[in-house]
C-alpha cells in the first residue's frame, strides 16, 4: 500500500530560524511529488512539483528537494506570514491512477 | 492562473436535508475531485471524474453522489445530510494527460449540519 509520511506533525520557529520538514513515501515508482501549501480555512496552494532524484525547485525563502525515498522543503529564515500547514502529495508510477496520495501535514508556526 | 471556484465558503444545513455544492473550474481541465478535510484525519477522497458524464467512487463515497454534466462543472450532493458529515469539503481540478500533473484547489465549503 502507498504511504506518505510528513514530519514533524508541528513545528514552532523563531523568525529566522531555518529548519526542514520531511515527506517519506513509499511508492511502487513515483511519476511525481506536490508540494502545498494550506492557510487556515482555505484550500490548499499548489507550490511546487518534484519529478525525479535530484531535482530541486526554489520559491522565495522555500526550496524542495527529492530523494528516491524522501523529499524535504527547505525554509530558509521564515517570516511569521510562512506560518501554515504544508502538505505533500506522492502519485505513484504503478496502476495509472491520477489520484496522489497525501500525508497529513505539517502544521507549522513562525514566532515574531 | 487556474481558478477554482467552490459556491459557497460557508453553509449551514439540517439533518435529513439534500445539500447541493458546487464547483467551477476555468481552466478546462478533464479531471476533478471532491475531497473531505477532517482534523487528524487529513485529506479523504470522495469522488473523481475523468470526463463530462463519468464518475468514479473515491475512498469514503457513502453518503454522497456526484454530477458532471459540464466540463467546468463538478457538483456534490449530500442526499440526507447528516451530522457525521459536518467538514470542510474541497473540490480540486486537474489537467493530466501524461499523469504527472498537480490538482488545484478551490478555497473550501465550510459545511455545518444541525
Known amino acids: 500500500e502507498d504511504q506518505v509520511t510528513q514530519s514533524p506533525e508541528a513545528l514552532r520557529l523563531q523568525e529566522g530560524e531555518s529548519s526542514s520538514l520531511n515527506c517519506s513515501y513509499t511508492?511502487?515508482?513515483?511519476?511525481?511529488l506536490f508540494w502545498y501549501r494550506q492557510d487556515p480555512g482555505k484550500g490548499p496552494e499548489f507550490l511546487f512539483t518534484l519529478y525525479s532524484a535530484g531535482e530541486e525547485k526554489e520559491k522565495e525563502r522555500l526550496k524542495a528537494t527529492l530523494t528516491k525515498k524522501e523529499s524535504f522543503l527547505h525554509i530558509t529564515a521564515p517570516k511569521p506570514e510562512d506560518s501554515a500547514t504544508y502538505l505533500c502529495?506522492?502519485?505513484?508510477?504503478?496502476?495509472?491512477?491520477?489520484?496522489?496520495?497525501f500525508g497529513r501535514g505539517t502544521s507549522l508556526i513562525v514566532h515574531p | 492562473d487556474v481558478k477554482v471556484t467552490q459556491s459557497s465558503r460557508y453553509l449551514v444545513k439540517r439533518t435529513g436535508e439534500k445539500v447541493f455544492l458546487e464547483c467551477v473550474q476555468d481552466?478546462?481541465?478533464?479531471?476533478m475531485f471532491w475531497y473531505r478535510q477532517d482534523p487528524g484525519l487529513g485529506l479523504r477522497l470522495i469522488y473523481f471524474?475523468?470526463?463530462?458524464?463519468?464518475?468514479e467512487k473515491g475512498d469514503i463515497p457513502e453518503g454522497y453522489s456526484v454530477s458532471r454534466e459540464k466540463k467546468e462543472r463538478f457538483s456534490l450532493i449530500l442526499e440526507s445530510a447528516s451530522t457525521n458529515q459536518t467538514s470542510m469539503y474541497l473540490c480540486?481540478?486537474?489537467?493530466?494527460?501524461?499523469?504527472?500533473?498537480?490538482?488545484?484547489f478551490g478555497d473550501g465549503t465550510r459545511l455545518s449540519i444541525l
Open positions: 502529495a506522492v502519485l505513484p508510477a504503478s496502476g495509472g491512477s491520477y489520484i496522489p496520495t
Open positions: 481552466m478546462d481541465h478533464e479531471n
Open positions: 480540486a481540478s486537474s489537467h493530466d494527460p501524461v499523469g504527472n500533473q498537480p490538482q488545484h
Open positions: 511508492v511502487s515508482g513515483l511519476r511525481g
Open positions: 471524474s475523468y470526463d463530462v458524464k463519468m464518475k
